[in-house]
């Protein structure tokens, strides 16, 4: 997918699309407000009682509906809500087969990685790779996990912090601290059943805020059925692409089986879902609860691709400043939600809610998620005698730690340039090797120690080199400067953590749309080939 966020020095805001009224900002304060509201409240509940099994893992008590609201919030982070109409504006509806990929990707980890986890009755993922292997396979495998969670979630602070700082003028550092902090506060003191239920808010945060654009934005152009002839007449409407050649950069099967690995590393083997489904009371529960995301995946990506197709719509009605078709492709769907609600006070800012609400439910997960496998994976097994209540005060202190360093991340974000892509590009390529460690040893009886340890680095050398020697292509590849900062693409990478594998060395969106003078020129620049090549292989070579 290729939809970026630049590492450059940010257009400043125009002043019809930038301003923010107060109900706006009330709107937004109150995201955060409620969120600090509810770690508090859970925090307070049973304080001087806690244990680190209420703190970790919500005394494993939480029902489906909730871990299932979870599960979905926990990755569908800012920059999905960014890309995905991005993607669908620029390229046409092929990313909508994605959707095929969720039947299998939620049933598989159903019925065998949640049985398998539940029964063993573990609190981290990589105990079950000491029970399978050794301790030594263990700890390869949460350090691994925390290099890959580090890395991405300083990026998933800061790369919205960026994009609302260009469209709207919101100061860049005070909203990636206030975020940081707020985050980390709940996180810590109200711990998993926190994280959870913060989740929960926040999720129908996010469904109210795309629902708002949806609704105005279908109303202005007519109402959905003229949108979907609009983009049927400028070829945005795609058929199946059956087209086996891994150059094209969206066919049915990179989406529909290649999304199915993604889906296995996200959903089946990484810590802050498997966290979930070891919280649930029952193992029943945790069934639902990843049958449950089914049906809300695909509402979540209908309503992505949605916004992308009224935004493609509008556009062909409404004029486009200048500035706006100068932006980076991730800041399309902040300046169309500006210009289409600018008058009707507390909907942008509730669509700012809901796009933080995506950094707030991604980050709280991996702060949680981090302090768990930190305290049960390298600091019990060396210091069995630690009390409860060290252990817990502990744990608070990992989460609130976690947090700061997400903020130093963020920061290291901003001055990376265009190292960044490279950055952030090590989610996917740490994510295939990991979801083939615990396939080898679920799979193959015949796996052992060395070879677990020897498949993992061999795995993770075989991403980096595909994955970074692309970027490297890439970048030496680029002779001129396009009109917004190729090179430097943060949504980019990020978004392919969330989005299934595909290189591009031609479209398949359908013909470009009539000449005209309010339509971006982005909107018919091809994509570099190597642009996607890092996640499709770390994925692909499973």
């Keep these: 997918m290729s939809v970026g966020v630049t590492t450059s020095a940010p257009l400043p805001p125009t002043s019809d699309t930038s301003a923010f009224s107060l109900v706006d900002y009330v709107v937004f304060v109150l995201l955060l407000v409620l969120s600090l509201a509810i770690g508090l409240y859970h925090a307070c509940r049973g304080w001087g009682q806690h244990t680190t099994g209420q703190l970790l893992m919500a005394d494993r008590k939480m029902s489906c509906l909730p ?160 949108v979907w002839d609009l983009a049927s007449q400028h070829g945005r409407i795609s058929g199946i692409e059956l087209d086996p050649d891994p150059f094209v950069r969206h066919t049915f099967w990179t989406l529909a089986f290649g999304g199915v690995f993604m889906m296995l590393s996200l959903y089946g083997v990484n810590q802050a879902q498997v966290q979930r489904y070891l919280s649930s009371r029952t ?50 769907v902040l300046y169309f939600v500006m210009d289409l609600l600018k008058d009707l006070p507390g909907l942008p800012g509730l669509f700012v809610a809901c796009l933080f609400s995506g950094s707030l439910s991604t980050i709280s997960s991996a702060f949680n998620s981090l302090a768990t496998v930190t305290m049960e994976d390298l600091i019990r097994p060396w210091f069995p005698e630690f009390s409860e209540v060290r252990a817990t005060m502990l744990s608070r202190i990992l989460a609130f730690g976690y947090g700061l360093l997400c903020l130093g991340m963020a920061y290291i974000s901003s001055q990376m340039g265009p190292v960044l892509q490279a950055a952030i590009s090590i989610f996917g390529m740490v994510g295939g090797p990991l979801l083939g460690l615990f396939c080898l040893g679920m799979f193959f009886p015949c796996a052992n120690p060395p070879g677990a340890i020897v498949g993992l680095l061999a795995g993770l050398v075989m991403a980096f080199w595909i994955g970074i020697g692309s970027l490297v292509s890439s970048t030496r590849a680029s002779v001129a400067p396009a009109p917004w900062n190729e090179s430097s693409n943060l949504t980019t990478v990020t978004l392919t953590t969330l989005m299934p594998p595909a290189t591009l060395s031609r479209g398949n969106a359908g013909p470009d749309p009539e000449p005209s003078d309010h339509l971006p020129s982005v909107a018919k620049t091809p994509c570099p080939p190597a642009r996607v090549l890092s996640e499709a292989t770390s994925l692909q070579k499973l």
Aim: glycine share 8%; aromatic share 14%; proline share 3%.
């Design 67 to 226: 871990v299932a609201l979870s599960l979905l919030a926990t990755f569908q982070s800012a920059v999905a809500i960014l890309g995905v109409p991005s993607e669908i504006y620029r390229f046409g509806t092929q990313y909508w087969f994605l959707g095929c990929s969720y039947f299998l990707g939620l049933l598989i980890p159903a019925h065998i990685f949640i049985p398998i986890f539940y029964r063993l009755h573990l609190t981290s993922a990589y105990e079950y790779l000491e029970l399978r292997f050794n301790k030594t396979v263990r700890v390869c495998g949460t350090v691994t996990f925390i290099f890959q969670m580090v890395i991405y979630m300083g990026v998933v602070l800061y790369a919205p912090s960026l994009a609302l700082n260009a469209v709207t003028g919101f100061d860049l550092w005070l909203s990636v601290l206030t975020l940081g902090i707020v985050c980390a506060i709940y996180t810590a003191l109200g711990g998993l059943k926190a994280v959870i239920w913060t989740d929960v808010f926040q999720t129908l945060v996010m469904f109210l805020g795309q629902l708002a654009v949806i609704i105005v934005g279908s109303a202005k152009v007519g109402g959905l059925g003229h």
């Design 283 to 332: 193992e029943k529960a945790a069934v639902l609860s990843c049958y449950a995301v089914f049906p809300c995946q695909q509402v979540v990506l209908c309503m992505g691709c949605l916004i992308g197709l009224v935004m493609f719509a509008y556009y062909q009605i409404h004029p486009m400043s200048i500035q706006q078709s100068q932006a980076a492709p991730d800041q399309f």
